[in-house]
């Protein structure tokens, strides 16, 4: 157990629609990452938030967006969702940069049908 | 932007023999890493590697940073079937990067036959 939670495991939903992943980072941790994991591009980073704030951004759609709340959680919103946004999403989180203390959640798999 | 060229994509072995992959890059990295990723979980760190030259093992695991911090080889032994799963190397650059820091190979799928 990573100490970062990921929900919900599982998501299927149509194109078109709107969804909300939500991760909580271990204790203690102040930055959270976002990632895509899809079948023939490997691990694609997203966005980093650090403290409530945006620090980096990926490779990251329009459609897409997050936040991270007061309390440190994060969500990521897809919207206008298409075929090739099903994937697996990954959520990481470190006390500050990406680096070896950084620990990964177990992921959200998004079907889009 | 900076890439990660992972070999070989799979691997297909029989258990008790040895494994090697590697990383390359056009680009320096001052940190690299290691992951194994099993079915349904998130990467999980192995190993990490934050000199050039630097050899650091974890029991059946050895992985070396590359001299020119451009590459990095990770080698399993005596494989066992618990070693399935797909392994991903990953180099840190510098802070503050589009990347966020940490860039991700696209991974070598292994396969261990009992």
């Known amino acids: ?113 | 932007g900076q890439q990660l060229n992972q070999s070989p994509q799979s691997m297909f072995i029989q258990e008790g023999e040895d494994v090697s992959m590697n990383c390359t890059s056009s680009s320096i990295f001052n940190t690299w890493l290691w992951y194994k990723q099993e079915p349904g979980e998130g990467p999980v760190l192995l190993i990490a590697l934050y000199k050039a030259g630097e050899l650091t093992s974890n029991g059946r695991l050895t992985a070396q940073f590359g001299i020119t911090r451009k590459d990095s080889f990770l080698n399993i032994s005596a494989s066992i079937p618990s070693d399935v799963g797909i392994y991903f190397c990953a180099g840190q650059g510098d802070y503050g990067g589009s990347q966020g820091n940490l860039i991700f190979g696209k991974g070598t799928k292994l396969s261990v036959k009992p």
Do not use: M
């Not at chain 1, 078109?16 to 980072?25: D, E, F």
């Open chain 1, 1 to 113: 157990d990573s100490g970062v939670t990921q929900t919900p495991k599982h998501l299927i939903t149509a194109t078109g629609q709107r969804v909300t992943l939500r991760c909580s980072p271990r204790s203690g941790d102040l930055s959270v990452y976002w990632y895509q994991q899809s079948l023939d591009q490997g691990l694609q980073f997203l966005i980093q938030y650090y403290n409530g704030e945006e620090r980096a951004k990926g490779n990251i759609l329009e459609r897409f967006s997050a936040q991270q709340f007061p309390d440190l959680h994060s969500e990521l919103n897809l919207s206008s969702l298409e075929l090739g946004d099903s994937a697996l999403y990954f959520c990481a989180s470190s006390v500050a940069g990406l680096g070896p203390d950084t620990a990964f959640g177990p992921g959200t798999r998004l079907t889009v049908l």
